[in-house]
């Protein structure tokens, strides 16, 4: 899915790895770690209406299976975009902040933080 | 020719793989070693709870006695000796085989044995059979259910309506559709037992003001602004509700509602009326306490009634603006996951709707007959009149208690016999006394209809006094 971009426009392919990681990353950012709470009613009485998709996920167990894998897979979409790029420097910059956007927040130490109270309520 | 081009541009890359700049390399390196580690870490929990170890659990375990199944309680619990009735519950009732006039069932408009009615329900048995095997949503919505919404709504004014198949649950499934935890809402301490049990499946946080008292309401509402100013991001996201019954069942007042309004509108929250006693008799045309007070309906947000008592049906109806209701279509419990309302009683609900439009007239007659009784029964010595001269169903309470629950419920039990025994049926208001919040005093709840004749409310007048004059002295 994320790989049919490559065709579409015509661009360069760095430019388009460079463009399907920061996409990818940015969609990840936002569905699981911006949007709070629950579309539905959930069984638990609204205790996760302040809490984002990643804290809510396996009702805060760390390291299971599903949060592994939604960590690697930016990881190994930035390992194949750095490849691409022949490791330019400009892109180098894009790719590695967006990266960090998206794994800081997976990290267990940031589970319910909010910096500089964005997101709080 | 592709596949050439494609090699070609593949060499080049892994020839850039090796001029790649050093830092890159590096934190490629610590990006798969963070792979890596992440393949191999356990899952673990956050929080910790306190472990106890085990010889801890040992002796918890061996300290623990089991509590008997069935609790002891005492023979005379109100419980276990409960009168029989045979025959439907209307002007008379039969009970443990004594003719009586009926003093306590909420019949108020004396629908409950109406020809009308009891035709229009057959006719719809009939039709349709008894039940509906379903909730609304799974086949189990019948035209009778949409037309008696219609009629709900076009009879209160409101733009729709939304029926419940139990009083109860109405509003206990409409509370927590909309105030969810983290809201907070303002309730009176006299609410019923149903709308404690919403709030309490709501989760909300629960301010309660002392009842009908404007000034705490407002002090509470004004220590809310406070708080609010001090945090606005959570104040835009906290909904405030407040939330009054038309009729009080356990005090017999009416709530003030023009204050309500005004306090609504100066501190910004919504408004929830629950007009299980007031719908079909207050106001002239019996819309509830809004038309009694002749406030428009739009200022309320939500109105919820129960039809158990003045349509003599089963169920409940909230009412309001399409929007609102529209919402408790799918979350509101009730609704949804319990069975709709057999067709048979939604159709004995038209009927009784039907009655109610064409005369009137019995709204006053009722009037008159509550403003009677309550008259009559001024300066019984013991006893003391709880409630609204308007109020159809009100309390006689003891003037002095006798400094225990038990005795007085006892005093008031033998009050209520005797008067069985002169034939006039009354009951005892009755509370799950460890689940009340604020738990009123006891008492026996009168109940005027419109069936009851002027002679026999004087009759029974004249009753309660004689009894309460021997028991009590």
Known sequence: LILLTPFIPFFSIPVVWTLTNVIHNLAMYVFLHTVKGTPFETPDQGKARLLTHWEQMDYGLQFTSSRKFLSISPIVLYLLASFYTKYDAAHFIINTASLLSVLLPKLPQFHGVRLFGINKY | ?473
């Open chain 2, 1 to 473: 020719m592709a596949t050439a081009a494609e090699q070609w541009v593949l060499v080049e890359m892994v020839q850039a793989l090796y001029e790649a700049p050093a830092y890159h390399l590096i934190l490629e390196g610590i990006l798969i070693l963070w792979i890596i580690r992440l393949l191999f870490s356990k899952t673990y929990k956050l929080q910790e709870r306190s472990d106890l170890t085990v010889k801890e659990k040992e002796e918890l375990i061996e300290e623990w006695q089991p509590e008997p199944l069935v609790p002891p309680i005492s023979k005379d619990h109100p419980a276990l000796n409960y009168n029989i009735v045979s025959g439907p519950p209307s002007h008379n009732i039969v009970v443990n085989g004594k003719k009586c006039v009926n003093f306590a069932s909420f019949n108020f408009l004396g629908l409950l044995d109406n020809p009308r009615v009891k035709a229009a329900a057959l006719a719809s048995l009939k039709k349709y059979g008894v039940g509906t095997c379903g909730p609304r949503g799974f086949y189990g919505t019948f035209d009778v259910h949409l037309d008696l919404e219609d009629r709900l709504a076009k009879f209160m004014k409101t733009e729709e309506a939304i029926i419940y198949s139990y009083g109860f649950a109405t509003i206990a499934s409409a509370i927590p559709a909309y105030s969810k935890r983290g809201d907070i809402v303002f309730v009176d301490r006299a609410a019923c037992f149903a709308i404690q049990k919403g709030l309490q499946a709501s989760r909300s946080d629960i301010k309660l003001f002392k009842h009908n008292d404007m000034a705490d309401l407002e002090r509470l509402l004004k220590e809310q602004e406070m708080e609010d100013q001090k945090n606005p991001r959570k104040a835009r996201v906290t909904r405030r509700f407040i939330v009054a019954e038309g009729l009080y069942m356990n005090t017999g007042t009416i709530c003030p509602l023009p204050e309500l309004v005004k306090l609504k509108y100066k501190y910004k929250a919504r408004i929830f009326l629950e007009e299980s006693l007031s719908f079909g008799v207050l106001g002239e045309h019996g819309r509830g306490v809004t038309e009694h007070f002749g406030i428009s309906i739009d200022d309320i947000d939500l109105i919820s009634a129960n039809m158990e008592n003045s349509l003599a049906s089963i169920g409940g109806f909230c009412c309001g603006r399409s929007f609102v209701i529209d919402h408790q279509r799918l979350s509101g419990q009730g609704y949804c996951f319990s069975a709709s309302l057999p067709p048979l009683l939604a159709a004995a609900a038209i009927e009784a709707l039907n009655i109610m439009e064409e005369n009137p007239g019995i709204f006053s007659v009722l009037k008159e007959k509550c403003k009677r009784i309550h008259k009559a029964l001024q300066g019984i010595s013991g006893l003391k009149v709880v409630g609204e001269s308007l109020s159809p169903a009100f309390h006689l309470q003891l003037k002095d208690s006798t400094g225990s629950r038990e005795k007085d419920v006892k005093l008031l039990q033998e009050i209520v016999n005797h008067c069985m025994d002169r034939s006039i049926a009354l009951t005892q208001a009755r509370y799950l006394e460890k689940e009340e919040k604020c738990l009123p005093p006891p008492s026996i709840r009168v109940v005027v209809t419109v069936e009851q004749t002027d002679e026999e409310l004087e009759r029974a007048a004249r009753t309660i006094k004689e009894v309460a004059q021997a028991v009590l002295l």
